[in-house]
């Protein structure tokens, strides 16, 4: 009889040991962070037209079309993540994505094709915040500015520049790095000046150090090592009228140059403050 007790009382904790382990399992595989890469690679691709499509590069939305109806029509139903935030709001935008990329295969051409570009990017937004994803693009660089490549005057890539306009104020931030994304930072002398071109306003906007003695970025940390910097910035101390660069949907084409170096043309847009995101 004892012996039978014990077999029980042990058979027993093992059905409590399970039962505690599967939970714990199913509470940490909750926790996991939402992963839907087909939607990941639609959105970045619809974002980079949608810049397009705001500055009225419509060649270059036409261009983009093909790539983007590949994208579109991979992001189904049976991709859908199984812990997404929200599964019923999300079937519901998926339904609504959907009609747009049909709107995208049609024979939309010229400015209606431009309308249905600008309102993807909206509805993928929506659909990576009822999946409970991060909302990061591809592009997006470490303090949340828009990657572009630095080229040298034989058009080889020699760096990149994070720039950073922010839509509330319109102040530019520009930090370099040599080489591809993740480089070392880009030195240059303190007293060195970058250019930007805006060709549609006709303007130009020079961005320099903050400051010679510690030139701080967001961070708070000095960026002056041996009186050079990476890090430069519009309109810092020159005082200069930055509101025509504000607003969450601005968009423009923009070049900056330094020395011998140049972005080429690329789409200006802004870092967007929301008050649920912080800055």
Not at 39 to 66: C, I, K, S, T, Y
Not at 210 to 239: K, L, W
Request: glycine fraction near 10%; proline fraction near 5%; charged fraction near 20%.
């Amino acid at each position: 009889m004892n012996t039978i007790l014990r077999h029980c009382t042990f058979l027993a904790l093992s059905i409590c040991f399970i039962g505690i382990a599967t939970s714990c399992s199913q509470e940490a595989s909750s926790e996991e962070p939402v992963s839907w890469p087909e939607l990941a690679r639609f959105d970045d691709l619809a974002f980079r037209a949608d810049g397009f499509a705001r500055v009225g590069d419509l060649d270059a939305v036409q261009e983009a079309r093909a790539e983007l109806l590949e994208a579109g029509r991979a992001v189904t139903s049976s991709t859908v993540p199984s812990n997404v935030a929200d599964p019923d709001q999300v079937a519901t935008i998926l339904s609504d994505l959907v009609s747009l990329v049909d709107g995208l295969s049609s024979e939309a051409d010229g400015e209606r094709l431009g309308e249905i570009v600008l309102g993807l990017h909206t509805v993928i937004e929506n659909l990576i915040n009822a999946a409970g994803m991060p909302h990061v693009h591809a592009n997006e660089g470490p303090n949340a500015g828009f990657l572009q490549p630095v080229f040298d005057s034989e058009g080889v890539q020699v760096g990149t520049a994070e720039v950073k306009l922010h839509d509330d104020v319109g102040d530019i931030e520009v930090w370099l790095t040599s080489g591809g994304f993740g480089g070392d930072p880009w030195r240059l002398p303190v007293d060195t000046t970058l250019t930007m071109t805006v060709p549609d306003f006709g303007a130009t906007v020079t961005l320099a150090v903050r400051d010679r003695e510690r030139n701080e970025d967001e961070s708070g940390a000095s960026t002056i090592i041996d009186g050079s910097t990476d890090y430069f910035v519009f309109p810092g101390a020159s005082g200069a009228d930055a509101s025509w660069l504000t607003g969450p949907e601005f968009a423009v084409k923009a070049a900056l140059q330094f020395d011998d170096a140049t972005t080429g043309s690329f789409v200006l847009r802004p870092h967007v403050h929301r008050t649920d995101t912080g800055p």
